[in-house]
């Protein structure tokens, strides 16, 4: 099984509106990722929060961990078309990166 | 800099045959590693490096080897296709964790698309 799983599975919005979503994971952490991912490509690597963080800010983006409820969200502030995409969590433990089966967001203008 | 670059981006392989999927990074990354992604299940993690000379098995790695005799390189073999392996396959890098090192996120390849019939 996955050690992480992102909640929501998918996630429509209108444009303007913040969208959230929601990581868990099973095992220690030395840090967890989020990654976006366009139709078609690659994954493009948007913020890491080490497992001694609690919150971090990276433009419109907005990241938390709780080591104790082996969770954390991602929250995009004021959504725009060009957010639609896939967003996968990854956690990082012993030398591997781990990734969850992703959250798919629409925003629609 | 052309980061992760993977090649072929596109194949079709005839079940049974074998093929190596390349992977070259140029920003001299100590850790690499492969991934496969099917429809709904995310990216699952086949084999990973952490230096030249050094890999290991992730969720996924049978049916697959790799080697890393370089820093800059790590292929992907496929020994006994089968249609099981039809995938898109991720390859990816980034540094060792550690002191001065301030971002450890990892860059992916665009991936290589995978048809076995």
């Known amino acids: 099984s996955q050690q992480g799983e992102e909640d929501p599975q998918a996630l429509s919005i209108q444009e303007g509106e913040n969208a959230t979503m929601n990581c868990s994971y099973k095992t220690s952490i030395n840090n967890l990722q989020w990654y976006r991912q366009n139709s078609g490509r690659g994954l493009v690597h948007l913020i890491l929060?080490?497992?001694?963080?609690r919150e971090k800010h990276s433009g419109r983006l907005r990241v938390t961990l709780d080591t104790s409820k082996k969770s954390s969200s991602l929250l995009i502030t004021a959504s725009r078309a060009a957010d639609t995409a896939s967003y996968f969590c990854?956690?990082?433990?012993?030398?591997?990166?781990?990734f969850g089966a992703g959250t798919i967001l629409r925003v629609k203008s | 800099n052309a980061g992760v670059t993977q090649t072929p981006k596109f194949q079709v392989l005839k079940t049974g045959q074998s093929m190596t999927l390349q992977c070259a990074q140029d920003?001299?990354?100590?850790?690499m590693s492969w991934y496969r992604q099917d429809p709904g299940m995310g990216l699952r993690l086949i084999h990973y490096s952490v230096g030249a000379g050094i890999t290991d098995q992730g969720e996924v790695p049978n049916g697959y080897n790799v080697s890393r005799s370089t820093t800059e390189d790590f292929p992907l073999r496929l020994l006994s296709a089968a249609p099981s392996q039809t995938s898109v396959y991720f390859c990816?890098?980034?540094?060792?964790?550690?002191?001065?090192?301030?971002?450890?996120?990892?860059?992916f390849g665009s991936g290589t698309r995978l048809t076995v019939v």
């Open positions: 990854a956690t990082s433990y012993g030398n591997k990166l781990v």
């Open positions: 920003m001299n990354h100590e850790y």
């Open positions: 990816a890098s980034s540094y060792r964790p550690g002191p001065g090192i301030r971002n450890y996120g990892y860059t």
């Open positions: 929060i080490r497992s001694n963080e």
